[in-house]
């Protein structure tokens, strides 16, 4: 054992130290999802812009405007109905629409909403109605953004009513009507406001607002600030999509198509290695140390095994952290991980053995990974193929190391949707080995 | 220590080995002295277990070294480098001290004293591929080495290598040979089997032509000595002189060099200069295979 761990580690390093390898390995894959996960994306992805079902319980001309400063907003979109009148949603619809991922989120605006717009500054919490985000808890990118798109919004549409001087005196009438009423409020206090609200109210009607410079500024950074400033006034509601099996990302379909490039490239590396080190004579040499061929071999497997999972994980690694990729089903990944390691370490085997120099093995190897990659969704996603293409694609093991991959990173898969894939990828990597075994025996490891 | 008997290995119709049996004594320094293709490479594989005998067999005491375990005890040199490029000339030494089972301090201690062995201390940081021919070929017995074996086997070690890398190996085998490693040898350069060997086997075409101590097998197959001498002026035609003249040079074979050359050198004629050639290997080689090692 010890000797299969000293060659093992004997061979990674070896791999580790070629650049040429490496960037087949690590850069490739990565740069593979990245661009065609942005490719995609760009084309009604989640960066196309935030899809928002509207739910308004308000129905005042209040509500109404800030809907329409949410519906001219640059990254967000709504639904409008054929008149050109935005869609009006009950909750529950709206709710179901985000859960199922068919919009980002959904606002809603209560009843009242429009009665008290200056509920927003410091109106204690919980008091008066407030907006309403519902989303998807791992949604924290665009979460962030719509909070801040909202309170924009929100801001517009007030700006806007204060321009109208005589909706700001009646507002400032209602709001003298009200304190006066209120009697929990301190004396002293009720003193300084009345007096302020009157002076206010005649300060109003000697100016024109409109003069004051209070334009129509689009300032999104001013907006976001003011969010917490004023007793969090938009309330985010989780709504958790359900997992429904369908990609979330253009990242779902090309980072495990990434990822079995890199495979790729590992077999192949070290298909070529074990020919380099056959007609270099370090081979001979080790046979010379007390090493056996099952060992040799033994060696050659782990060291790929090894970069299989390792290139895997770091592709899913970086896929979580930069690309925001969720894996549903970690432990199935493990499963998914170690069968498709155990396919490709097989295809290194067999590739080893097809030609008697580097360059041959590395000419008909890449003849007989590419057709597999190609019909198994290595470049043309599987959903995307005909059908008859999906059909012949059972015979590649790309196909099954992306099922498999994608089964436990979003396709809702369980222990029995991975039993055959799993099994598949197995008894893949089991026949090529026994294939490259028996044809490096025959022509004299 | 070793013996080989009637080993025997074919390449199709090729008889890379042929019959051959011998054995090496511990402490011993063997030489198997061969042109290129006589079979040399492939005996030190047989004898390595790289590759199954046709017919015939190889024991190390007694133990087949086919058996990886056996092997342990053997440390080879091959004529292919046989390194890793990629890696530095202390990752290299330490893979194969650790696959001849050695661990921790013991690997730490063998791979430092190989790399002195080597020369190569202030360069084991860097890539093998950096190295010149000489050192790789260093480094390539260093490995052989490292994990200290009583019997080392080296397969032409020092071809293709600048003079100065040259005497570092052969110093180096020495030093080992008088610490009392027991040594097979292969070359075709008859003057490092004659320093190096306490025994010598002649190998052509597969077959072992003569093994013994370099003194015995001149006695055998050296034949006689050469007398070479050149006159001031040519002698007359009719002069009474053995062997061969031609102008002022004369050549003789004798089996007594050193009476013949005082004869003449009294003689009737004044001699300018006078040599004695005793034979050699490479005569030895002459008169086993018709051939000159030189040449082939
Ligand atoms: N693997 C092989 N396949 C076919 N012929 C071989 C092989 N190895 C050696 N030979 C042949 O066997 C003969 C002996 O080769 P070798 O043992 O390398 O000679 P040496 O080491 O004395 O130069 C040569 O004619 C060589 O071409
Ligand atoms: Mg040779």
Redesign the interface.
Known sequence: MNTVVTLAKKDIKVLLRDKFAMFWIVIFPLGYAVFFGTVFGDSGGPRAGMYVALVDEDGSAYSQAVMEQLAAHDAVLVDAEESGALLNRSLDEARELVQKGQRTAYLRLPAGFGENPYALFGGASGDGPQLELGIDPGRQAEAGMLQGVVMETVFGALQERMLDTDTVLADLGEAQLSLAEADDVDPTQKFVLTTFLSALKGFVSAFDMGQLGLGTSDDADGADATVGGFGAPLAVVDVTRQRDGEPRSPYDITMPQGAVWGLLSVALGFGITLVRERSSGTLVRLRMAPVSHAQLLGGKALACFTCCVGSMVLAILFGTVVLGLRVDRPDLLVLAMFSTAIAFTGLMMTVSVMGKTEAAVAGSSWGLTMPFAMIGGGMIPLMFMPEWLQDISVVSPVRWAIISLEGAIWRDFGWADMATPSLVLIGFGAGFFALGVFIFRRTGG | MIDVTSLAKSYGDLRAVDDVSFCVNRGEAFGLLGPNGAGKSTTI?LL???IAPDRGKVRLDGADPQE?????R?G?S?Q?????E??TGE?NLR??A????LRGDALVERVHWALDFAGLTDRRKD?AAKYSGGMKRRLNLA?AVVHDPELLICDEPTVGVDPQSRNHIFESIEALRASGTTLIYTTHYMSEAQRLCDRVAIMDHGKLLAADTVDALIEAHGGSSLVLAEFDEPPPADAQLPGTLDGTQLRVDSDKPFELAAELGRGPHRVRSLRVERPDLEKVFLQLTGRSLRDS
């Open positions: 594989h390595a277990g790289v990886a375990i056996v092997r342990t053997l080879v091959p292919e480098l046989a390194i890793y990629e890696l990752e893979i194969f650790a696959l001849y089972g890539r490995c």
